[in-house]
């Protein structure tokens, strides 16, 4: 059985940091999910990783599929940024998306 | 493009009724999943629908049951509520351009439905 677990559950930080929200499963997967959560309920789904690095804007997701190990980064916080992270990792394969397993989430609270 | 819609957004039911949920997904997409939020399990898949068909489902009881229409909107219903079935019910919708879901594939979220079982 596949768990992901998050830590930190919860970070405060100040603007301008540079944060870091790590995420690790415990079985094989097809592909990481990192998404995000605002107060109110909506999800943006910010990455899918199956492999190496990615780069949107300050933020940065990164995988190592040996160590079963993904972190998220986030460069020059700002305040805008405060919201939940949840990582979910995916099995599947073709004819299925296979079932999203999520992480309990990181709650980030940027102060300005 | 509009984004995934569900309906209704807020929804107050008591124990032992029933309820439907409807998400109509992003115009082209034609897989629909449906996951539950609550404070104490976090999110949970419940469902995944492709082309009409349940290609995946997780692990809840029969109470909860799904379907998908021709026209790609999916509908999920709960029988016989009970006070845990509370929650921020989620779909989401995804393209696939090889035609055949794949783990590969960006999931766009709507905003949810919330349900509160009295």
């Known amino acids: 059985k596949n768990e992901v677990e998050q830590s930190p559950q919860n970070l405060t930080a100040q603007e301008g940091e540079f944060i870091t929200i790590n995420c690790s499963y415990s079985v094989g997967i097809s592909a990481l999910h990192w998404l995000q959560q605002h107060p109110g309920g909506g999800i943006v789904s910010l990455f899918m990783?199956?492999?190496g690095k990615k780069k949107h804007g300050r933020l940065i997701a990164t995988i190592n599929i040996q160590e079963k190990h993904s972190s998220l980064h986030i460069t020059a916080s700002h305040p805008r940024d405060s919201a939940v992270y949840i990582c979910a990792s995916r099995g599947g394969y073709g004819g299925s998306q296979g079932n999203l397993i999520f992480g309990k989430g990181t709650k980030l609270s940027v102060k300005p | 493009k509009a984004g995934v819609t569900q309906t209704p957004r807020y929804l107050i039911k008591t124990r032992g009724q029933q309820v439907t949920l409807s998400c109509s997904p992003i115009?082209?997409?034609?897989?629909v999943s449906w996951y539950q939020q609550t404070p104490g399990q976090g999110l949970q898949f419940l469902f995944e629908y492709f082309s009409e068909t349940q290609r995946n489902k997780g692990n809840f009881p029969g109470r909860f049951s799904g379907r998908q229409f021709s026209n790609s909107r999916s509908e999920m219903n709960v029988s016989t509520l009970e006070l845990g079935d509370s929650a921020l019910y989620l779909c989401a919708s995804s393209w696939m351009p090889s035609g055949v879901p794949t783990p590969y594939n960006e999931q766009f979220f709507g905003p949810g439905t919330r349900l509160t079982v009295l």
């Open positions: 115009s082209g997409h034609r897989s």
């Open positions: 990783l199956s492999s």
